[in-house]
């Protein structure tokens, strides 16, 4: 598989917290930095997706943002 992301980090997956419609995946990139996302359930399955397994973390985005008060 190609892709244009260019922001594609290697992780393995430390945790999968279900809801009713989509999931938290939880990869653990290394020196401590955990990088979340929100998928739907049918992508899990579809991906094969278990804790312990390695997975990307594939970034594409125009802006993040970040806020406090």
Do not use: P
């Amino acid at each position: 598989m190609k892709i244009s992301a260019r922001n594609q980090i290697k992780g393995k997956i430390i945790a999968i917290q279900k809801g009713a419609v989509n999931a938290i995946i939880k990869l653990d990139i290394g020196g401590g930095n955990i990088i979340s996302a929100t998928i739907s359930l049918e992508s899990i399955d579809e991906l094969g997706l278990e804790v312990g397994k390695s997975a990307y973390a594939i970034i594409k985005a125009t802006s993040v943002m970040v806020g406090v008060e």
